[in-house]
């Protein structure tokens, strides 16, 4: 089953400072100016805030299901998925991790301490 916008925004909505926009036909999910979820436009893929010195590592793990962003955007802490190789909890995982590299850390402390 393939996660979905609405799946996604479930969750993000909850994340405090999170905002929702779409730009250039792709919905993004923000905190200030910084993008920390993306879709694409047909919404197979998703792009999310990740270290880039671990990239290499999460993509070899499992090249099925992650990428390396293009090359104009491997300057960017990025990696993409396929919405449809993703499982609910691993996506809650990857989305609340890519939240957290964007908020201050008394924000994600304060939230993540009610998971």
Same mark, same amino acid.
């Given at each position: 089953?393939? @996660?979905?916008?609405?799946?996604?925004? *479930? =969750?993000?909505?909850?994340?405090?400072?999170?905002?929702?926009?779409? @730009?250039?036909?792709?919905?993004?999910?923000?905190?200030? +100016? @910084?993008?920390?979820?993306?879709?694409?436009?047909?919404?197979?893929?998703?792009?999310?805030?990740?270290?880039?010195?671990?990239?290499?590592? =999460?993509? *070899? +793990?499992?090249?099925?299901?992650?990428?390396?962003?293009?090359?104009?955007?491997?300057?960017?802490?990025?990696?993409?998925?396929?919405? *449809?190789?993703?499982?609910? %909890?691993?996506?809650?995982? =990857?989305?609340?991790? *890519?939240?957290?590299?964007?908020? %201050?850390?008394?924000?994600?402390?304060?939230?993540?301490?009610?998971?």
């Amino acid at each position: 089953m393939m @996660i979905t916008v609405e799946q996604v925004r *479930a =969750l993000a909505m909850t994340l405090p400072r999170t905002t929702e926009h779409l @730009i250039r036909d792709r919905v993004k999910f923000r905190v200030g +100016s @910084i993008v920390y979820v993306a879709f694409s436009r047909d919404e197979t893929g998703m792009g999310f805030a990740f270290p880039k010195e671990e990239r290499a590592a =999460l993509v *070899a +793990s499992e090249p099925g299901k992650f990428h390396l962003p293009r090359e104009s955007e491997m300057r960017f802490n990025w990696v993409e998925c396929r919405t *449809a190789a993703l499982d609910e %909890p691993e996506m809650r995982e =990857l989305v609340i991790d *890519a939240w957290r590299m964007v908020v %201050p850390k008394k924000v994600a402390a304060a939230r993540l301490g009610d998971l």
